[in-house]
């Protein structure tokens, strides 16, 4: 995909993720600094999880990655909503579950270019 359309993307997710936190989580409850968070993971991780979408879709053998990923997904959103509310707050949790997923995809990109770069040096020249 096109690297314009790719961002124009990502924009429109971590504006509407923002915007469903702001609707059902509105400040105070919700601070600033954590909708900030919430549009800026969402917009880098969507920018990671188009670009490598092949990869993270791939069946190919077998599909441990997708279970775990699942299950860090959970237990972290559930381990901050404890650590850092007395209740539950979309926000926090939305935060939770985009670091998760842009964790991952971080995690497939840099092991992309690192394949990547080992078949480079491995070049005869």
Do not use: C, D
């Not at 509105?26 to 993971?41: I, M």
């Amino acid at each position: 995909m096109e690297r314009s359309v790719r961002y124009a993307l990502s924009v429109a997710v971590a504006i509407g993720v923002t915007g469903f936190v702001y609707l059902f989580a509105p400040p105070p409850e919700t601070s600033w600094l954590v909708l900030l968070g919430v549009a800026q993971v969402y917009g880098v991780g969507t920018a990671l999880w188009i670009r490598y979408a092949e990869l993270l879709r791939s069946t190919e053998g077998p599909n441990w990655v997708s279970g775990a990923f699942a299950g860090v997904t959970t237990f972290g959103s559930i381990a901050l909503l404890n650590g850092s509310a007395t209740e539950m707050t979309i926000g926090i949790a939305a935060l939770g579950f985009g670091l998760a997923s842009f964790g991952f995809a971080a995690g497939v990109g840099f092991e992309h270019g690192r394949e990547a770069s080992a078949e480079i040096k491995n070049e005869p020249r």
